[in-house]
């Protein structure tokens, strides 16, 4: 069964500086990985998308790199914002339906 | 079009109720979802329906009834709801299995009483 982790469970930050988000997963058979972003109350947006075969993905002041090998995923947000207050979600998918759902990290940048 | 809709946004039912969620796309996609999350917890999936048909159910109480009517409508059917059953229910779609971007919805805030 695929588990997916993401340290830290929250994060405080001034505006301005860049975030690092990191999510792991224990089966490196995947299709894809995917970062969401949920504000309160809210639906899930998705950030990027990056395919098995790929090493990173970029949209923006975001940056999503992927190590398959090791299991691995790092979203970097450039220059953060208070905008970007939010809780980030990775997400695995490793067969034809399901994604399998990190905790999230709860980002808070502080003005 | 990107979009997912669900409607209502907010629903508030007593334990005797039937009522209905429903969640639309116009994406041409053809796997959708319903999720359940509770606070502070990541999505919960419940049902996906790939081409119309049911094709996972995730063990769900038989109070919560999902129907496929076309390609572009989901519905989740409600009935003898629990208060635990209150949450946050989240629709999203593929374009096909694997592969691809999953697009999830505003989300229905479902209240029990």
């Known amino acids: 069964k695929q588990e997916v982790t993401q340290i830290p469970a929250a994060l405080s930050v001034p505006e301005g500086e860049n975030l690092v988000l990191n999510c792991s997963f224990t089966?490196?058979?995947?299709?894809?990985l995917q970062w969401f972003r949920q504000d309160p109350g809210k639906g899930l947006t998705s950030l990027l998308l990056i395919q098995s075969s790929q090493r990173e993905q970029t949209s923006g002041r975001l940056n999503a790199s992927l190590d398959k090998s090791s299991g691995r995923s790092t979203l970097y947000i450039a220059a953060s914002q208070p905008g970007d207050s939010a809780t980030y979600l990775c997400a695995v998918s490793s067969n034809d339906y399901k994604l399998s759902f990190g905790a999230g990290t709860t980002v808070t940048v502080r003005a | 079009d990107t979009e997912v809709t669900q409607t209502p946004k907010h629903l508030v039912m007593g334990m005797t109720n039937k009522k209905s969620l429903k969640c639309e796309q116009h994406m041409g996609h053809r796997a959708m979802y319903w999720y359940k999350q509770k606070a502070k917890k990541p999505p919960e999936l419940m049902f996906v329906y790939s081409y119309e048909k049911l094709s996972i159910n995730e063990s769900v109480p038989s109070r919560f009834s999902p129907e496929c009517p076309n390609s572009s409508l989901l519905n989740l059917h409600l009935h003898a709801l629990q208060p635990e059953d209150s949450a946050l229910y989240l629709c999203a779609s593929i374009r096909v299995a694997g592969g691809d971007e999953q697009f999830f919805g505003p989300g229905t805030r479902l209240t029990v009483l």
């Open positions: 089966d490196s058979a995947i299709y894809n």
